[in-house]
């Protein structure tokens, strides 16, 4: 397994790329096109201490994230936060698409001072992998590129008291159509979103059979999202637009569900019961059933007899 190179700052990443130098240490703005990065047995890898934002088009190779690779056949728009490792594998029939698009890089240090350094952490798409790129209209293009552009021309011109702010307002313009066009993706991609819902439903019935959450322990939010091949953001907002309820809320409702069938169809005490949904103290699970229905375990037993 090759090690990934690290990209500690924006100048990096031009070296890497074989691009000349950047016009601003901390933010630049790349044209795709004239990237030429040298791969190392056809493939790139690399981690970097940056975020990156990028619209893309006719892609060489094809990007991996963990064990799922992704083509960009379309224009595509992706986001990377600082520490995530990126690969792409590069195949021989792509080489002569001729792609392009941009990438914005912005270090973390150009945000110090400015309430976008809090903030971004709100914007939970930063997170997502590849897999989960943003499918943008041709007039959602538009607007991005115009955004990007107004960036490109603030960081290029003479810096004066204003330029970072300025550029700080446009990157969160550009953050904010992005979320408003993710909430439109969830809407637009139901039928696959609820393909995702299925495969939870049957994922959580193997988690919850006899013995296994015994055995295991209650699953988490990540181990959920691992085995649907999904991040823990993009699960967890992807069932808030569908059902309202976050992966969390899901994994309690079905811990609920097999808790009111143990209930009301054995003889199990509260406390094995509990144990047996992965509680190893019954006051917990108690507080959570209560949560969920306005009912203490035993009255909820007491309604069937």
């Known amino acids: 397994m090759s090690i990934p190179t690290r990209l500690k700052t924006i100048s ?3 070296r890497f790329n074989n691009i000349s130098s950047p016009k601003h240490p901390l933010i630049s703005l790349i044209d795709y096109s004239e990237i030429k990065p040298t791969p190392v047995n056809n493939e790139l890898k690399w981690v970097q201490e940056f975020y990156t934002i990028s619209i893309k088009r006719n892609v060489v190779g094809k990007y991996r994230y963990g064990q ?65 790129a943003l499918f943008l209209s041709e007039k959602e293009e538009n607007t991005i590129f115009e955004i990007l552009q107004n960036i490109k021309s603030e960081y290029q011109a003479n810096p004066d008291q ?5 550029i700080i307002s ?11 066009f993710y909430q ?33 322990g209650l699953p988490t939010v990540q181990e959920v999202s691992q085995n ?13 637009n569908l059902t309202g309820q ?18 009301s169809t054995t003889n199990l005490s509260v ?10 103290h019954s006051q917990s699970f108690n507080k959570l059933f209560k949560s969920k229905t306005n009912q203490t375990p035993l009255e909820f037993r007491a309604s069937f007899n």
């Open 246 to 263: 976050t992966t969390q809320q899901h994994i309690h409702n079905k811990l609920i569900e097999k808790a009111k069938i143990k209930l």
């Open 228 to 240: 649907l091949n999904l991040t823990t953001d993009y699960l967890s907002t992807m069932l808030k």
């Open 68 to 132: 799922e690779s992704y083509d960009f056949d379309e224009g595509l728009m992706t986001f990377f936060s600082p520490e995530q490792v990126i690969s792409v594998q590069l195949i021989e029939e792509d080489l002569n698409n001729r792609p392009s698009g941009w990438i914005l890089a912005i270090h973390p240090d150009f945000l110090f001072g400015t309430s976008l350094a809090k903030d971004i952490k709100k914007y939970t798409f930063l997170n997502y992998s590849v897999r989960e």
């Open 184 to 216: 439109r993706q969830f809407l637009t991609r139901k039928k696959s979103n609820h393909q995702i819902l299925d495969k939870l439903e049957i994922l959580l019935e193997e988690y919850f059979k006899e013995d296994s959450v015994f055995d295991k």
């Open 170 to 180: 446009q990157l969160e313009l550009l953050l904010n159509y992005a979320e408003r």
């Open 271 to 280: 406390s094995e019961i509990a144990y047996e949904l992965g509680y190893e």
């Open 12 to 14: 990096e990443l031009h």
């Open 162 to 166: 204003f330029s970072q702010q300025i």
